[in-house]
RNA sequence: GGGCCCGUAGCUCAGUAUGGAUAGAGCGGCGGCCUCCUAAGCCGUAGGUCGCGGGUUCGAGUCCCGCCGGGCCCGCCA
């Protein structure tokens, strides 16, 4: 039930049949709202089009059209005219709104899903190596990740949420090296924040040993920030690193001890300290309302044959070759021999020699898995061993290459590129400071969360009618909606700049403000009591009631065009719209002390946008409340 | 150097997929509104050569070309 949507695609192909009939061409017909309510409910500027071909002017084309059109055969239209050069629909105010309202009502929480699609379907996010806290940036894949994957399951998918655990390259590696040199150290405070610590000193003393010059005080100075924060573990480990002759060879030597395997010891000392700081990651994903179906240890795909397997799929094309007991790939010569591949890696032949890093590698010389050989084993066992029909990589854009790489590599092993996606977002940026997990410099999720529920206390603080337990519950549920908010409403192709007041902003255009919004129609609702049965929508005669409407008639629009156009940030802006517009009406519009009619039509409407607004909310994962 | 992305109000962003009706919000500024369903709200006001220059078109913020500025990538890192 789309009420909107029917409006939509019987007024355009009406419109689109008429014009073959009377003219006869083809031609595009597109469907819009009037931008001013006065003017008509859709237009189409269909006649500008075909002006120059059929040589009258626009408005004459669309006078014409409009006079003919077939209003019996487009959902509660009653007339037509042109204006202005565009061929405008009037809707029936009373019969459209009661449809939507009643769709929104009867349908509940399934209000805004339509089957698009079907089958399988996995979105990898989050993955972010387990060597130090989320920040705010890994927040933003796994927020991205989570409210697309909503929004596929609402649209008929069957989807699953997973998380790549990398626990077998060298920064993983670095930091259980980091960790065999302080075995005594106790883990204090959350892990993954301690482990944060412990692996940007480590990486810093092992930059700083190899660095010289400008490049060496900059590692310095990170390592002196760090030293501030945590002396004696900074201290006590700097001392044991400069112990060792050749800390890299140590990092190295553990990291092909632990994907080979067999050494217990080895796998206990990564396991204590991948896991432990995949707990810390667990709770802050939780707090942020995000679950995976499953953690896919990087670790266990090597153990378990998939790389090897991927590596055997690749032999078999004749594009795997070795250098110095490395594998790779030969991307170029698989470009020059397949048009395939060429297409895959942009075209034009000349263009991939020139441009193209020709090959491709998937292991070092010490015989152990880069990152990128792992992850075309992962997309094998994703495909086949999963058996997904699309799979969603949910990766920073500066991964495009290696994921572009990717893309061709499974398509020499004998799957269907196309299925694979790689979902690019850009980076969240702050500004004066470069965010570098080496360096032990970022803003963690869990910091942002705090300081968003500190303010949000203060704010609560001396408001009627809440309670102190319930004032810990509410701020913590705010300061989640205000960050999901914040990290999900920007276009994922730009730039995300974090500043403390925009990202903790409570007014509008936040996520505190569609909670809000989302509060006072609760308020109305618990008033009204029952929902009536009956009501007559020719009482909502107020303009921002007939906007509320079409706001609210536009959800199943707007989460089919978030999964079309990969754009998860417009249910965002859709949500902000209709907590405007609830807000508007709130001030304009009384409900319960309305008169009979008016009130039973209202109580609907504000059910409806309640409804609409609500199951935008849970998309998104900005929490509902009763009051706030 | 080459490739990709971004450039819209003082600041942060929509609008670009599918060219269309006067370029919209928020923050910040200024001025108003709580005996009334929660003022985390609402109303009003000021603020824009849509980076620059060409082109296509009846029509360009949106498409094409060139340039300028910023970011990312071009690792036996991930």
């Known amino acids: 039930m789309d009420p909107l949507g029917e409006v939509k695609a019987a007024f355009a192909r009406t419109l689109s049949d008429l014009i073959m009939d009377s003219y006869p061409v083809r031609a595009k017909v597109t469907v819009s709202r009037v931008p001013d309510i006065r003017l008509g409910d859709l237009g189409s500027p269909v006649a500008f089009e075909l002006a120059s071909s059929l040589r009258k002017s626009p408005n004459e084309i669309a006078v014409e059209l409009s006079r003919s059109l077939k209003l019996s055969l487009i959902p509660y239209a009653i007339s037509s005219e042109a204006i202005g050069g565009f061929v405008n629909l009037r809707l029936d105010r009373k019969r459209f709104s009661e449809a939507v309202i009643k769709a929104a009502i009867q349908l509940g929480p399934d209000f805004g899903s339509s089957k698009v699609g079907e089958g399988k379907v996995m979105v990898e996010h989050t993955s972010a190596n387990p060597v130090h806290p989320l920040h705010v940036g890994s927040g933003r894949n796994a927020v991205i990740g ?6 596929l399951e609402k649209l008929g998918f069957e989807v699953s949420r997973h998380y790549l655990v990398n626990d077998s390259g060298r920064q993983v590696s670095l930091l259980v090296y980091a960790r065999s040199k302080i075995p005594e150290a106790e883990v204090e405070g959350k892990p993954d924040h301690w482990y944060g610590v412990l692996y940007a000193a480590c990486n810093c003393v092992i930059e700083l040993r190899k660095r010289r010059g400008k490049e060496a005080e900059e590692w310095k100075e990170a390592l ?8 004696d573990l900074v201290n006590k480990l700097e001392e044991e690193i400069n112990k060792d002759g050749d800390p890299e060879s140590s990092v190295a030597e553990l990291n092909k001890r632990y994907q080979e395997g067999k050494d217990e010891v080895v796998k206990v000392m990564f396991r204590e300290v991948t896991e432990a700081v995949m707990e810390g990651f667990r709770q802050t994903l939780q707090r942020l309302g995000i679950r995976h179906d499953a953690y896919d240890w990087e670790s266990e795909l090597i153990w378990g044959g998939w790389i090897e397997k991927a590596l055997e799929r690749v032999k078999k094309t004749g594009y795997l070759e070795k250098e110095d007991g490395a594998y790779y790939v030969n991307l170029l010569k698989a470009a020059e021999e397949r048009e395939d591949i060429r297409e895959i890696l942009g075209g034009d032949i000349e263009e991939i020699r020139e441009k193209m890093p020709p090959i491709y590698y998937l292991s070092r010389s010490d015989g152990t898995w880069l990152y990128t050989g792992t992850d075309v084993g992962y997309s094998l066992y994703k495909f086949e061993g999963l058996k997904q029909d699309k799979v969603y ?8 290459l290696a994921q572009l790489q990717l893309r061709a590599t499974v398509a020499l092993m004998g799957m269907d590129p196309g299925k694979l996606v790689h979902f690019s977002y850009e980076f969240v940026d702050l500004p004066g400071v470069k965010m570098s997990g080496r360096r032990g410099r970022y803003v963690t999720i869990d910091e942002l969360l705090d300081e968003a529920k500190r303010r949000v206390k203060d704010l609560l603080k001396g408001r009627a009618g809440i309670n102190d337990e319930e004032i810990d519950d509410i701020a913590e549920k705010v300061a989640v909606g205000a960050i999901r908010y914040a990290l999900i409403d920007v276009v994922p192709t730009k730039k995300v700049i974090f500043t403390w007041d925009r990202v903790l902003n409570l007014q509008e255009n936040s996520g505190p403000f569609i909670q809000y919004a989302y509060t006072r129609t609760r308020g109305i609702l618990r008033k009204a009591g029952e929902i009536p049965e009956e009501f007559d929508c020719s009482y909502l005669k107020e303009d921002v009631e007939v ?30 719209e209709l907590a405007t517009l609830i807000n508007k009406f709130y001030e304009r519009c009384p409900v319960i002390r309305a008169e009979e009619g008016v009130r039973e039509a209202r109580i609907a409407l504000v059910k409806a946008a309640s409804i609409a607004l609500g199951n935008a909310m849970d998309l998104l994962g900005i929490p509902k409340l009763e009051r706030m």
């Open 146 to 151: 989570d409210t697309f994957a909503n929004i």
């Open 224 to 231: 002196e920030e760090l030293r501030k924060r945590s002396p």
């Open 393 to 400: 990589n949910v990766i920073g854009v500066d991964q495009k």
């Open 547 to 576: 906007e509320l409407v079409y706001k609210i008639a536009e959800l199943p629009e707007t989460l089919r065009s978030c999964y079309y156009l990969m754009r998860p940030d417009l249910l965002a802006q859709y949500a902000n």
